[in-house]
């Protein structure tokens, strides 16, 4: 059997591997395929794909686009995404200066709850364009002003809390239109941890192509529930470990595995699209 995990985060976002670590790690755990998504950006795809290819493993330019729906967020997952498309380009570097700007808002919200944490701190240990709150926790463990990663979230960073500050989104419809024009398949992202299960019907019918059913954070309940979810919208089915390296604790890589029957369904999906639209 050929497994795949098609949700995966490297330096590029708030992961800690490199695209190379990443498919070490990947290797080390038999996968025969894997998409990266790193958050608003495409950035760590070339590396990754390089690297895939060096050890013959299939690789599924993708990314974790940051949208909103009915005044909730919602991760839509972008697969096969053509990572030269300006467009999509044009679109994440506008997000990813955003993100860049929320690390100051955050860090002058911090420090007025006397936590003295620069925003150039941040920045050099993120060292990629597309930071997030997780670089902020990091740094904020880093310059020894918290104890650890949670106490960060629960006291500063999580939604509500004194240096919580939204992120610019684009709403889940544009999302979906901008993954398609881009060549790409359009997947909702772990459903269950936002439950926001009243929303598919409106993304589906804004094109949605597919429901991440497997998650490391679904359990075997929710799973069902989306594969059943999945059968009633005639939605593709994918699944992934959403591991960010070692962020947190162990890896999670490995710890999802979708058989890869579901990849070859998303790539007929793609193929009878393309031939479709001729
Ligand atoms: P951001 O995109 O900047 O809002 O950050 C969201 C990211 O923060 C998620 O993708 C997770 O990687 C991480 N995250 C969210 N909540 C927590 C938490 N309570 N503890 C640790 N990491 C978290
Ligand atoms: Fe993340
Ligand atoms: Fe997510
Ligand atoms: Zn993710």
Redesign the pocket.
Known sequence: MKFADLHL?TQF??GTFTPEELVLYAQKHGLACIALTD?DTVEGCARAGAAAAAVKMEFIPGA?L?AEHADTEV?ILGYFLDTHNAVLLEKLARFQAD?QN?IHEMCAALNKHGIPLKAEAVFALANCKS???????RAMVKEKLIGN??E???RF??KGRPAWVP?TKMSALESVQLIHQAGGLAVMAHPGLNRTDEIIPDLVAAGLDGIECFHTKHSTVMAERYLEIAEKHNLLVTGGS?C?GF??KAPLIGTVRLPYEHVERMKSFLQARATASK
């Open positions: 985060h976002s708030d958050h974790e940051t991760h993100r929320r930071p997030g709150r997780p670089h902020v926790a990663l949670d960060a979230f629960e960073l999580k992120k959403d960010h962020s947190k």
